[in-house]
């Protein structure tokens, strides 16, 4: 923890004074994605409007029950500290999405909920009908299994600096073949759909493959920058050997 007066580091380097700090690999990985999905507009709204689905149902045991009886599977409860939240919430709308949509009708047509529910309703059907959101839901259900892949290498608790490096080399090279993929991946979430007339205006395949890459560019930026640290952590010589065996010789050498 970073805390400067009173975090772990500080309390240890009060008694090392050498010991040297490394942010949460992990950590540092939600990081990555938070910059990702926060500074681009229609990527923020999409996650809004996601968070909203697991609101609804949880504000409310009656909300749940027909949840229960016409989805059959519960969505994650929010959380803004953990990033898997959104993979799991991804994951549930993605693969129960026609479910979500005849749950929210049926809310509207049983005429046992109150005016501000059937609206709220009304409006989640209409999103998961949304060109829009349909594309960034499909968009990170490709995404955030290599994320979710990583954030659990990173969590072990036996792991060594060669394996971090190359989870990392990997994870950069699933994110780039996406990056390469995008213009058949959009190709195939256009095919089929009308694109009916509608007040709100929807974005073009264009923008969508556009943000698309804007999205995988940050994210492959940002974790350069944030674990470029590990290009330089383990010399060739030292592969094989253990964690601490490896931090003493950088240390050595620094």
């Not at 229960?68 to 129960?96: G, Q, Y």
């Not at 060669?162 to 994110?175: A, K, M, P, Y």
Request: charged share 20%; aromatic share 10%; net charge positive.
């Amino acid at each position: 923890m970073r805390g400067a007066t009173a975090g772990v580091q500080k309390k240890i380097q009060d008694v090392y004074p050498n010991a040297h700090y490394i942010h949460c690999y992990a950590h540092q990985l939600n990081l990555i994605m938070q910059q990702a999905t926060s500074h681009i507009t229609k990527v923020r709204i999409f996650f809004s409007n996601l968070s909203g689905f697991s609101s609804f149902f949880s504000r409310s045991s009656k909300r749940t029950r027909i949840l229960d009886k016409v989805v059959a599977h519960r969505l994650p409860a929010s959380s803004n500290v953990r990033w898997n939240f959104h993979s799991r919430a991804i994951n549930t709308v993605f693969e129960h999405r026609e479910d979500l949509i005849r749950c929210f009708e049926s809310i509207q047509d049983s005429g046992d909920f109150d005016p501000i529910t059937v609206r709220e309703a009304g409006a989640f059907a209409m999103l998961l009908e949304d060109q829009d959101f349909k594309f960034f839901l499909q968009l990170f259900h490709h995404i955030m299994p290599h994320v979710d892949l990583l954030y659990a290498k990173l969590q072990k608790k036996v792991i060594d600096s060669v394996c971090i490096q190359e989870s990392i080399q990997q994870f950069q090279q699933d994110i780039q073949k996406i990056r390469n993929s995008l213009h058949s991946m959009v190709g195939q979430s256009s095919v089929g759909s009308s694109q009916p007339v509608k007040k709100r205006r929807t974005l073009s395949v264009e923008d969508h493959e556009r943000i698309a890459a804007e999205v995988c560019d940050i994210i492959l930026g940002h974790t350069r920058e944030r674990f470029s640290f590990t290009n330089h952590l383990v010399p060739h010589s030292c592969r094989g050997t253990d964690l601490n065996n490896t931090t003493q010789h950088f240390l050595k050498m620094h």
